[in-house]
């Protein structure tokens, strides 16, 4: 047998290919590995059947293209022998044989032999065969890549093939018997698997290749002249590439009620009858077996389909061929060619993957969330019949998971959530970013007039004070010089306000007790009677590092503000607890709440909704700044419409109990950075 099996028969143009796994689908071997999403035919596994380059829509399976070696032959002196397939009917059904013949010959082929000749005599042997041998149980063994399915797969199946070669090996012992030893021969036929089949032939070419080598060579039915087949003529046996066509040549049917044979025919139903021979089910003594539905289905032929037409093609070629037919001369030759040897031996060439171990397709299965008998869609998508075959193909090296169409949508899927997630987070960050940058300038803006007003206020305070206590009690300005005393308080005030929200600032940061802390925030405000307090604390460790002036002034500015917005009393409920490495902080109150509009701007310099002289708007600003110095955020929810519940607001601070913090108590921060 050749080695050439080894080599490349089919492969693929990976430009082309768009990895839809048709091929995968197609292949009766799967021979055929996707790898990083493409597909890549596997020589060793390959029985060169040619099916894959049959079904690829873009063109991205081809097999080896042998023409050029062929014009090479044909040029380097020597005698070339074309032995031409039966089936070529089927293909160059619209020019005369003798045309044919004649363009072949124009090619520098010195002989045209008819394989439908050596088809007689293999015809002949099988009968023979079978008559001598009644109760051996056979398969044949005249189509290559059957012969290949058998030694790579069911090698144990190798000593039932029929050890009779092929028509075209036999045509070849013919072509030596009479030309002599040293010619080349090559055979032209519709199948690809035959050019790795014997190296008794030198070259095949499919009919595809024979059409491009007349291409090149300008060669046309017009500009050549008729020529007949060179002796020995073919007979009966011509109608071989149809299925049943040997059967026909040797007298036999498939009839079941005549004879113990089956023919079997394409991809599925060849390895179906195999199998059944093999488990020993079936009582039958020849199976008769073709790759393809008949060789005129060839992946070697033009048209790929056609088979009904393509059948008739050859059977009034074989009509017209056998009316015409010099019986006598048939016979003579017959007679001589006979005696030589047609013996074929086959050997096998185990290429079978051990299965992988239950548990290792299991886990391969649950990794595509196959977890269940129902989540087994065996849809057929991935190219492999069932999940379970695509599991082990994945363990096999040959297959990916990312094959599986409904793991990949639901992969997908996951991926577009993770990602509106990621983009919610964005333009959550988007948002606070915004925050800041408007807190950064109204920062530096205010630092700038606080520390210009902070001067002259500075003297305007002081003189009216000098004034208030100079002027006697009952002086009628008292009350005029007391109202400038008290409103210059409230600059100062304000302006005390601004420069502590603009200043540079240091975080000293102190470990503390953080519920003894929050006790000690209520405990520094007044607290009106009517207003309830709760501290509700959930932690294990109370732990946390914070700077105690300014987190005291965090929590107070919320405090008040919480009482602010309970005038009819309520309830003020602090929640500490840990999530995570953090701490959280939350201040609730069932006060008015605040509207949606008023929400956005709460953090916002000089925000304010209360009356002239009650609030500055600087509390919330001066809290979110010192929260971000801590490394940690605030969110505020609240309730203003009490037909939803309760009205109210909470505001959640979380920040981290911080390992860096830990190892370095002191951060400085500048303050125009939030
Ligand atoms: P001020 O208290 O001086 O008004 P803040 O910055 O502390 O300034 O607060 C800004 C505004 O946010 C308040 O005027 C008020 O409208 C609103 N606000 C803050 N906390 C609450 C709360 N707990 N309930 C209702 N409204 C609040
Ligand atoms: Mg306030």
Redesign the pocket.
Known sequence: MSALINNELVYTVKDLCRVCYTCVRECPVKAIKIINGQAEVISARCIGCGNCTKVCSQKAKVFVNTSQQVFEFLNNGKTTVACLAPSFPAEFHDISYTKLIGMIKKLGFKYVLDVGFGADIVAYKYHEYMVMNPTKKTISSDCPAIVYYIRHYHPELVDSLTPICSPMVATARIAKAQFGQDVQIVFIGPCIAKKAESDEIHQVITFKELRNMFHTASITPENVIDAEFDSPIGGKASIFPVTRGKLYSMNKSDDISEENIIVASGKTHFKEAIKEFEDGLNKLQHLELLCCEGCIMGPGMTEPNKLYTKTTFIRNYVREKLQQLNKHEWEQHFKKYLNLDYSQHFTPADRRIPKPSNEAIENILNSMGKKKPEDHLNCGACGYDTCYEHAIAILEGLAESEMCLPFTIEKLHNSIKELNLSNEKLASAQLSLKQSEKLATMGQLSAGIAHELNNPLGIITMYSHILKEELPADHPLQKDISLIVEQADRCKKIVGGLLNFARKNQVNLVETNIIKFAQQTINSIIIPENIKVEIVANMTNPMVYIDNDQWMQVMT?IEK??IE?MPNGGTLTINLQEIDHDVEISIA?T????SKE?LEK?YTPF????PMGK???????LVYGIVKMHRGQITCESNDDPTKGQTG?CFKIRIPRNKMFNQNKSYTYESNEY
């Open positions: 500015n503000n919480a917005a109150d006060g008015t709440g605040i008023n709460i925000f304010t909704t209360k609030g500055t708007g600087l509390g919330l600003s607001t």
